[in-house]
């Protein structure tokens, strides 16, 4: 739309004005297991500031939240927790997978209590990988989410 | 009194003297009372029999040094009575370890389930038969073969 | 006959940070005992140590304690190079007391910042990790890594210290002064934050000893112990720094603690930039074409001053290229073995500012 400071209509159907409504307003569950739960909280921090993408309001209650970011190694006992918490969320959930370890085991996939990806137990919308990933590829990583609920291909 | 059976230094410069199991705990209580402190134990797999090294550590003197033993059937007396830091250590050990300490009031594991099998730092622990966890509603874990079962 | 209430907390909550449970057995508000439930992170870093190469464990021990991780290597590598007989130069040895001291600001800062948030005071939180940032891009310049540097290599550090590092570090060095003041003044101006602090969490020495307890936690009893002075390594015994303690063995004494402790770090990190030598930064013993054939044989303890207290690193050797044995004596979780002891008689909110002052990371705790 341009702005030529005359009042604009944009037509649109329900479907996509809630898509984009939702998109911009993610709210993610602080889902910090490990390492990788600190260069979340760097990416919330003011250097790279996740609020310019409509996500900065982290709550630590799963019934609030839209957007679980499973941050660091889960492991064998974690995991059935993980998946009770991501039961707990209302519907529409989302969940973006941060780092190698909750890809797919990590430095960790030879051992004994680690479970091989948390899309064992839960479904992932977004995989980031990194061991940790940078605040700004977590970033990207919402943006991708973004578009993803927007319905976006990304070419 | 207890017999030293050797007295070495390791890598680093630190003393390690060997007691027998028999007298670790009369070993332990004279350090003790010498103003000793333990500060950290280690279980070590020797595949014929399972060794511990206790580090012990004075504060006024500064002195840092280790006591080994060794124990061919699992068992060896608890030092829960003596130091506190034995506590979870001894846990963690029985835990990962298998070495049964006696005396201890409260010998669970602490770090993996309690129905998991086997204790994983020994050197004939089969990595290749993985164990699955899950938890019912009332949080109790479960430990299982089967994948279907668990994650 | 009285009422109790169980109260559940963790694994996931956001006043904890870290993923333990606590149990805590309620008569109304007051605490009468914690249950601490351990292993929601065990990610058998002891037993992968005994099925990898003696250089590639390095990548274990920085995700032990993940914001201290130039220590954990450190330790590690320590004793590694005592069983493998491959020293370091000089100069590698400067570069990673350094590297060493910069990360405990780091870890400092993410204690402070996360003290903050369970205290509810958001503001520091921001401040912090705007510094935290300026540290993490010069371990990126040095190293590539961000948080899990993985930096030091057995005999010597990956990479030299260039100018633009040196000068970079002087940088971050002169402006970190002011801004930690202002940081601190952030904190101690805030009648909150007193009044929740202190007289809540108190250490007796005795039952430090008994616990195990090291770190800040034993210095805020009064005891000046600090593996850096009483069991020098490195190049501390040629830098002049001081041991702060305080008497207040409560929450408070040991925020205290950490603040000083920053100064001194800086003051060491200054002496250090001054005292830095020209030379090889790596032993050729260690060089990575050769790291596939480094043996080791024996045993050894070494132990490090790390963020959280006394971390220590066996390892035992047996003449192949594998250890044979990998223990880390993890300060967290002697620390927080106090916790149901001096908890007991707490509120529920002082319960939280205790976990928080006592700081335990528990990526070490549970290995």
């Given at each position: 739309?341009?702005?030529?400071?005359?009042?604009?209509?944009?037509?649109?159907?329900?479907?996509?004005?809630?898509?984009?409504?939702?998109?911009?307003?993610?709210?993610?569950?602080?889902?910090?297991?490990?390492?990788?739960?600190?260069?979340?909280?760097?990416?919330?921090?003011?250097?790279?500031?996740?609020?310019?993408?409509?996500?900065?309001?982290?709550?630590?209650?799963?019934?609030?939240?839209?957007?679980?970011?499973?941050?660091?190694?889960?492991?064998?006992?974690?995991?059935?927790?993980?998946?009770?918490?991501?039961?707990?969320?209302?519907?529409?959930?989302?969940?973006?997978?941060?780092?190698?370890?909750?890809?797919?085991?990590?430095?960790?996939?030879?051992?004994?209590?680690?479970?091989?990806?948390?899309?064992?137990?839960?479904?992932?919308?977004?995989?980031?990988?990194?061991?940790?990933?940078?605040?700004?590829?977590?970033?990207?990583?919402?943006?991708?989410?973004?578009?993803?609920?927007?319905?976006?291909?990304?070419? | 009194?207890?017999?030293?059976?050797?007295?070495?230094?390791?890598?680093?410069?630190?003393?390690?003297?060997?007691?027998?199991?028999?007298?670790?705990?009369?070993?332990?209580?004279?350090?003790?009372?010498?103003?000793?402190y333990l500060t950290c134990?280690?279980?070590?797999?020797?595949?014929?029999?399972?060794?511990?090294?206790?580090f012990l550590h004075?504060?006024?003197?500064?002195?840092y040094?280790?006591?080994?033993?060794?124990?061919?059937?699992?068992?060896?007396?608890?030092?829960?009575?003596?130091?506190?830091v034995?506590?979870?250590?001894?846990?963690?050990?029985?835990?990962?370890?298998?070495?049964?300490?006696?005396?201890?009031?409260?010998?669970?594991?602490?770090?993996?389930?309690?129905?998991?099998?086997?204790?994983?730092?020994?050197?004939?622990?089969?990595?290749?038969?993985?164990?699955?966890?899950?938890?019912?509603?009332?949080?109790?874990?479960?430990?299982?073969?089967?994948?279907?079962?668990?994650? | 006959?009285?009422?109790?209430?169980?109260?559940?907390?963790?694994?996931?909550?956001?006043?904890?940070?870290?993923?333990?449970?606590?149990?805590?057995?309620?008569?109304?508000?007051?605490?009468?005992?914690?249950?601490?439930?351990?292993?929601?992170?065990?990610?058998?870093?002891?037993?992968?140590?005994?099925?990898?190469?003696?250089?590639?464990?390095?990548?274990?021990?920085?995700?032990?304690?993940?914001?201290?991780?130039?220590?954990?290597?450190?330790?590690?590598?320590?004793?590694?190079?005592?069983?493998?007989?491959?020293?370091?130069?000089?100069?590698?040895?400067?570069?990673?007391?350094?590297?060493?001291?910069?990360?405990?600001?780091?870890?400092?800062?993410?204690?402070?910042?996360?003290?903050?948030?369970?205290?509810?005071?958001?503001?520091?939180?921001?401040?912090?990790?705007?510094?935290?940032?300026?540290?993490?891009?010069?371990?990126?310049?040095?190293?590539?890594?961000?948080?899990?540097?993985?930096?030091?290599?057995?005999?010597?550090?990956?990479?030299?210290?260039?100018?633009?590092?040196?000068?970079?570090?002087?940088?971050?060095?002169?402006?970190?002064?002011?801004?930690?003041?202002?940081?601190?003044?952030?904190?101690?101006?805030?009648?909150?934050?007193?009044?929740?602090?202190?007289?809540?969490?108190?250490?007796?020495?005795?039952?430090?000893?008994?616990?195990g307890?090291?770190?800040?936690?034993?210095?805020?009893?009064?005891?000046?112990?600090?593996?850096?002075?009483?069991?020098?390594?490195?190049?501390?015994?040629?830098?002049?720094?001081?041991?702060?303690?305080?008497?207040?063995?409560?929450?408070?004494?040991?925020?205290?603690?950490?603040?000083?402790?920053?100064?001194?770090?800086?003051?060491?990190?200054?002496?250090?930039?001054?005292?830095?030598?020209?030379?090889?930064?790596?032993?050729?013993?260690?060089?990575?074409?050769?790291?596939?054939?480094?043996?080791?044989?024996?045993?050894?303890?070494?132990?490090?001053?790390?963020?959280?207290?006394e971390?220590g690193?066996?390892?035992?050797?047996?003449?192949?290229?594998?250890?044979?044995?990998?223990?880390?004596r993890?300060?967290?979780?002697?620390?927080?073995?106090?916790?149901?002891?001096?908890?007991?008689?707490?509120?529920?909110?002082?319960?939280?500012?205790?976990?928080?002052?006592?700081?335990?990371?528990?990526?070490?705790?549970?290995?």
């Open positions: 739309m341009m702005k030529t400071g005359e009042l604009g209509v944009k037509t649109t159907t329900l479907e996509k004005a809630l898509e984009w409504g939702r998109s911009n307003s993610l709210w993610p569950l602080t889902m910090g297991l490990a390492c990788c739960a600190i260069e979340m909280m760097a990416m919330q921090a003011s250097d790279v500031d996740i609020s310019r993408f409509g996500s900065e309001i982290f709550r630590n209650s799963p019934r609030q939240s839209d957007l679980m970011i499973v941050a660091g190694t889960t492991n064998k006992r974690m995991a059935p927790r993980v998946k009770r918490i991501y039961e707990e969320m209302p519907y529409p959930k989302y969940v973006i997978a941060m780092g190698v370890c909750v890809i797919q085991g990590g430095p960790y996939v030879d051992g004994y209590s680690v479970v091989m990806g948390v899309d064992k137990v839960i479904p992932v919308d977004v995989y980031v990988p990194g061991c940790p990933p940078t605040p700004q590829a977590l970033t990207y990583g919402i943006i991708t989410l973004q578009k993803k609920i927007r319905n976006e291909t990304d070419r | 009194m207890y017999k030293i059976v050797s007295d070495e230094k390791d890598k680093v410069g630190m003393r390690v003297i060997t007691v027998d199991k028999t007298d670790l705990i009369e070993a332990m209580t004279d350090f003790k009372n010498k103003g000793y134990l280690n279980g070590n797999d020797m595949k014929d029999h399972l060794e511990v090294i206790y004075n504060f006024d003197t500064n002195d040094f280790a006591v080994k033993t060794s124990t061919n059937d699992e068992h060896l007396p608890s030092l829960t009575k003596l130091f506190k034995a506590e979870w250590d001894e846990r963690e050990q029985y835990d990962l370890m298998g070495i049964i300490f006696d005396g201890h009031d409260d010998l669970r594991r602490i770090f993996l389930p309690d129905e998991w099998v086997g204790h994983p730092l020994r050197k004939d622990y089969d990595l290749k038969k993985v164990q699955y966890v899950n938890m019912d509603s009332e949080g109790n874990e479960h430990v299982s073969f089967d994948e279907k079962e668990g994650s | 006959m009285p009422h109790y209430t169980e109260l559940n907390i963790g694994p996931v909550h956001p006043s904890i940070h870290g993923i333990f449970n606590f149990k805590l057995i309620l008569n109304e508000e007051i605490i009468q005992d914690v249950k601490v439930t351990l292993g929601f992170l065990h990610r058998n870093a002891e037993k992968l140590s005994e099925l990898n190469l003696y250089a590639d464990n390095i990548i274990f021990f920085d995700r032990m304690n993940y914001i201290d991780a130039m220590n954990m290597e450190l330790c590690y590598l320590m004793s590694v190079e005592k069983i493998t007989g491959i020293e370091p130069p000089e100069r590698a040895q400067w570069i990673r007391m350094i590297m060493v001291e910069l990360n405990r600001l780091a870890a400092r800062l993410v204690g402070m910042g996360s003290l903050g948030l369970d205290l509810g005071m958001l503001t520091p939180f921001f401040h912090a990790f705007k510094e935290r940032e300026k540290i993490q891009r010069i371990f990126t310049e040095a190293s590539g890594g961000r948080q899990e540097v993985n930096y030091f290599s057995i005999g010597g550090v990956y990479q030299d210290f260039t100018e633009k590092i040196i000068n970079d570090i002087r940088n971050f060095i002169d402006q970190f002064k002011k801004n930690l003041e202002d940081m601190y003044n952030m904190f101690i101006h805030s009648e909150i934050f007193w009044q929740r602090n202190q007289g809540i969490g108190i250490i007796e020495p005795e039952l430090a000893f008994d616990y307890v090291t770190g800040p936690a034993i210095r805020a009893s009064g005891i000046p112990y600090d593996v850096r002075k009483d069991a020098p390594y490195l190049f501390y015994d040629k830098v002049n720094f001081d041991i702060p303690i305080s008497h207040q063995k409560d929450n408070f004494g040991r925020f205290m603690i950490k603040v000083e402790e920053m100064r001194q770090s800086i003051r060491i990190i200054e002496q250090s930039l001054d005292k830095i030598n020209d030379g090889p930064f790596f032993n050729p013993q260690g060089k990575k074409s050769l790291m596939l054939r480094i043996k080791g044989n024996g045993e050894a303890f070494s132990r490090v001053e790390s963020d959280a207290g971390f690193v066996y390892v035992k050797g047996d003449n192949t290229t594998k250890p044979y044995r990998v223990h880390a993890s300060p967290g979780l002697r620390n927080l073995s106090l916790l149901p002891v001096i908890s007991k008689g707490l509120m529920i909110a002082d319960f939280i500012a205790v976990v928080g002052g006592l700081d335990p990371v528990v990526g070490e705790v549970d290995r």
